[in-house]
């Protein structure tokens, strides 16, 4: 059901997300626009429009039909001062640089009506990096959506009303999406730090000790649906290349950042930049990773995928340190996104705390973790182990058992309940 505060939603920028977002409110009954500077992107939203509907309707989350009734109701402009009239929400899903989008978000608080909200998909800045470039900051807030996934992360800035963040967050709920707010603003948010140590970890697998990438996805996908290069495909092997340029400013990021640009940069010569070129690590529309023998053309390294599954669970740690997201959340985010059984504190739980910790000793090279990251793991596990809460086997971890919370029917049933005002 739409909400009373917002009839026409506007999506800036045709590329996938703009699609994918822009679709989700057609369905969901908005007046909706998609605008971009290019004519030829813009005409590819249709079929833009069209790959994620299938995909959408196979996974069970539309029908055939709510998808062309949600057509409908999209409209396409290279108009701005058009697109932007009457405009309830602006949701900006431009390239992921910081003053092409500070440069966008001021021009789109000159044009817009003082009540407009304006948002970014930002998937790695933060808002307090762009909002200051708008005078309307207590209507300026990250609506980030997660490709294929009902997740949509909802963060205000410094000057974000809760008004606004309330706005907000119904709106995704009426788009049949989960809103998230994490505790305090974070780059990369929570999911987003999660991926890095599986794709940080994986990356260097192939880079540095020679693993094949379909070995390793074939390790990850023992237990979860999509490796980590199939991943990499899905969302676009340039998202993953223009992110890693980025990241080479931050000193802590450059190592991995460098490792995966020269990993990634053949494909980008080649213009093989995933699914949506029709080839990338795999070829396209029939990946080798989607058929039966995939998984077991080969038994899956079990030496790899703890290498795999160390890497997020360092990740979950320290988001739970730095007090971003509780651990029962940061495994409810893991769950919906990748529609996974666990988390990765259910994974900790069940290797054990005192063997993770050994394991970390000896792999800290391999997962391309400074120091300091151990301390503070070791630090945050301390009162766990205090307490001889050691994980599955001594019956308390981070969840008790037998029962354990995120075996529960009702685990991920509005999994982040707020209190109704």
């Not at 990356?203 to 980590?228: K, Q, T």
């Not at 990773?289 to 030496?303: H, I």
């Not at 995928?305 to 997020?312: I, K, P």
Request: hydrophobic share 40%; aromatic share 10%; charged share 25%.
């Amino acid at each position: 059901m739409q909400i009373k505060e917002i009839k026409k939603a506007v999506y800036i920028g045709a590329g996938t997300m703009g699609c994918y977002n822009s679709l989700l409110a057609g369905i969901a009954g908005y007046d909706t626009v998609v605008y971009d500077i290019s004519q030829d992107a813009l005409e590819g939203v249709p079929i833009g429009h069209q790959m994620l509907g299938d995909y959408l309707a196979a996974i069970g989350a539309y029908t055939p039909e709510q998808l062309a009734e949600g057509g409908k109701r999209i409209r396409f402009s290279s108009d701005l001062i058009g697109a932007l009239e009457n405009a309830d929400i602006v949701s900006e899903s431009v390239f992921e640089n910081l003053e092409l989008k500070r440069k966008i978000h001021r021009q789109l608080d000159e044009m817009c009506p003082p009540e407009t909200i304006l948002t970014t998909n930002t998937s790695s800045l933060m808002v307090s990096e762009i909002e200051d470039v708008v005078g309307r900051g207590e209507r300026f807030a990250a609506m980030h959506y997660h490709l294929g996934t009902p997740l949509v992360d909802v963060v205000g800035g410094p000057r974000t009303t809760t008004e606004t963040v309330d706005i907000i967050t119904r709106f995704v709920e009426s788009l049949q999406c989960i809103p998230f707010s994490p505790a305090k603003e974070n780059r990369g948010y929570v999911f987003n730090n999660l991926i890095p140590g599986l794709n940080q970890a994986a990356v260097a697998l192939v880079m540095e000790y020679g693993e094949f990438f379909e070995d390793v996805d074939r390790a990850w996908m023992s237990h979860e649906n999509l490796g980590p290069f199939a991943t990499m495909d899905l969302v676009g092997l340039n998202v993953y290349y223009d992110g890693s340029k980025d990241s080479l400013d931050y000193e802590e990021r450059r190592q991995f950042a460098q490792m995966t640009i020269n990993l990634l940069q053949p494909y980008i010569d080649r213009g093989e930049l995933g699914i949506k070129t029709g080839k990338g690590f795999y070829s396209y529309p029939e990946p080798s990773y989607g058929k039966p023998e995939f998984l077991s053309a080969s038994a899956p390294r079990e030496d790899i995928d703890r290498v795999l599954t160390n890497g997020v669970i360092i990740r979950a740690i320290l988001l739970a340190a730095e007090g971003i997201a509780d651990c029962d959340h940061i495994d409810k985010i893991w769950m919906i996104n990748m529609m996974s059984g666990s988390g990765p504190f259910a994974w900790l739980d069940k290797k054990g705390i005192n063997e993770f910790l050994n394991e970390l000793e000896s792999e800290q090279r391999q997962l391309l973790f400074p120091e300091y990251d151990l301390l503070v793991i070791k630090r945050f596990l301390k009162p766990y182990l205090d307490s001889g809460w050691t994980g599955l086997t001594s019956g308390r971890g981070i969840y008790s058992y037998p029962e354990p919370e995120f075996e529960k029917p009702d685990f991920l049933e509005n999994p982040f309940k707020r209190a109704s005002k």
